[in-house]
Each structure stands twice: as C-alpha cells, then as structure tokens.
C-alpha cells in the first residue's frame, strides 16, 4: 500500500468538528491582531486591502477565508451533488483546487455555529452537551460550563493608545467595500450550507431549527437597519434531497427558486425586455 493511500485511509478515521463563526467576526480578529503586534506602530495592511485572497504575510486575515463555504466544500461532502456556482467560483479563482481533485470522504463532521455556545436555553444547551458527546463517542459528560477567555496582551497605557487607534469599526461608511466582500461570502456561504452542505448523511448538527436560525442571519449586514435584509433570510428552502434524487433527476417543485420569468416564442422581444434596465430594474439588483 503506497503511502498517499495509506494516508487516504488513516484519515477516514477522524471524525471532524467544525465551529463556525460569523463573518462578521473579521472586526474581531482584525483588532486582536493589532492588539498583540510586538510593536504598536508595526506595519500592518488596512483592512481594504483585505479583500479577496490572502497575500504573504496577511496572518490568514482576509475576506477570503471568511467564506467558510470554500473551505468546507473542500471535505468533499458535496462532489457528488450537482455543480453549484460557488463550486464554478472555486475553480474560477482558487488555482490549486482548478487542479487538484477533491475526493468524497467518508468523515463524520458535527457543524457548530458560534452562537450556539451562547446560547441562553438551557435544554438546548445540555441538548448540545448531550449531542457532542455522542459523536466524540465519550463516556463522561459536559457538566461543566463552557470556559470563557479573553485573549490579548496587556500593554502600557501609552502603548495601548496608539493600537487603539488603529482598531476598526467595522460598520462605519469607510468599510462599506469591505462588509460587501463580507456579506457576499457570507451569503454564500449560508445559502451552501444550508442547501447542500446539510444534504450529506455525514454531517450532524444539534437543535436543527435554532442552527438554521442562526445560519439565517448570516444573510443579513448587522449595520443596516431590517428594511435591507434579504427576503432569503426568512424564506424556508425545503432539503435539496426532496428537490433532486442521487441520480440528479429533478423529484419536486423546483419553482421556488424562481423570481420570475421573461418567456415567450422566438422574435417576440425577450431579449429587448430582458435588457430594458427601466422596464426591469429587478434584473440588475439582484432581486
């Protein structure tokens, strides 16, 4: 047995488990990576710099990798599901996985939404003791309360000053560029899991409505007010297995999916009205 091989098959062992924060958590991290510089006036990149892939030297701090779908897609928990656009986006920006295959893995992966270790309802959260256990295949409980910890170095007051300075506020009008590269992963990501990543007989979660709630309210920008969220926050998506079966064959209503629809026989201008921006603004805002 070669030793890639080997490797293949030591891993199918491991059983995954996966928290995920919001993409908003980019505030966060940012700050606590000018909070512990050696030195406060070390350079740093701004965070519209940020956007997109990381670069050398970014510390894995970048909207890139707060697309959480790119990197869960990689498990290979939906190879064998119909090609998605963010599989398409995948290959259109990320040179290594244009070519490398991603193999279908046979590990258990228990999925965790950062929220629900904060959660105020004590059933679901002995529920979620009770789930992890399970899975880990453990013999004792989790009586004990989740640990909480503050992280970052403590400096002087002059030296605080200036990383204070240079911490952001993610929501001020200067990082609009930033939270709509944040936002577009962030739906992306929502959408994809919910609909596909959910799909896999190998992937578990504890308290199914309040994690789907949760993921919900990736779609929405935590700085605009309720009048800008997305209507596919609240829509309920039924599973992707009751729409399309193993074999790709379409098995029911698929109609949801559609906003609307410019049909008609050839030459009777749907073209035109397709592109008529001021008969249809829908068609240019992503409605």
């Given at each position: 047995m070669n030793l890639q091989k080997h490797a293949r098959l030591t891993l199918l062992c491991f059983r995954v488990l996966l928290r995920l924060c919001s993409p908003w958590q980019f505030e966060s991290l940012y700050n606590f990576r000018i909070q512990n510089l050696p030195d406060p006036n070390d350079e740093f990149a701004p965070p519209l710099e940020r956007r997109g892939t990381c670069k050398t030297h970014s510390q894995g701090l970048c909207t890139d990798h707060a697309n959480f779908a790119l990197w869960l897609w990689r498990l290979g928990k939906t190879v064998d599901m119909p090609m998605t656009e963010l599989q398409k986006h995948v290959h259109d920006t990320h040179s290594y996985e244009a070519n490398h295959y991603t193999y279908p893995s046979k590990n258990k992966v228990f999925l965790i939404e950062m929220e629900q270790f904060k959660d105020q309802d004590p059933s679901r959260m002995e529920l979620?003791?009770?789930?992890?256990?399970?899975?880990?295949?453990?013999?004792?409980?989790?009586?004990?309360?989740?640990?909480?910890?503050?992280?970052?170095?403590?400096?002087?007051?002059?030296?605080?000053?200036?990383?204070?300075?240079?911490?952001?506020?993610?929501?001020?009008?200067?990082?609009?560029?930033?939270?709509?590269?944040?936002?577009?992963?962030?739906?992306?990501s929502s959408l994809w899991i919910r609909t596909?990543?959910?799909?896999?007989k190998d992937v578990y979660i504890s308290s199914p409505e309040f994690f789907d709630q949760q993921m919900r309210a990736w779609m929405n920008d935590p700085c605009e007010d309720k009048s800008h969220q997305d209507p596919r926050a609240t829509s309920k998506w039924p599973p992707l297995s009751s729409l399309v079966n193993d074999d790709g064959e379409i098995i029911g209503d698929p109609q949801f999916l559609l906003d609307f629809a410019i049909i008609g026989i050839e030459k009777c201008g749907k073209f035109l009205l397709s592109n008529c921006s001021v008969c249809l603004p829908c068609c240019y805002s992503d409605c």
């Open positions: 979620l003791k009770e789930d992890l256990r399970s899975f880990l295949g453990l013999s004792h409980t989790f009586d004990q309360e989740l640990p909480h910890y503050t992280p970052g170095k403590v400096w002087s007051q002059e030296s605080q000053a200036i990383r204070d300075s240079r911490k952001i506020k993610i929501c001020d009008e200067q990082y609009r560029p930033l939270r709509d590269e944040l936002m577009k992963g962030a739906r992306e596909y990543f959910l799909a896999s």
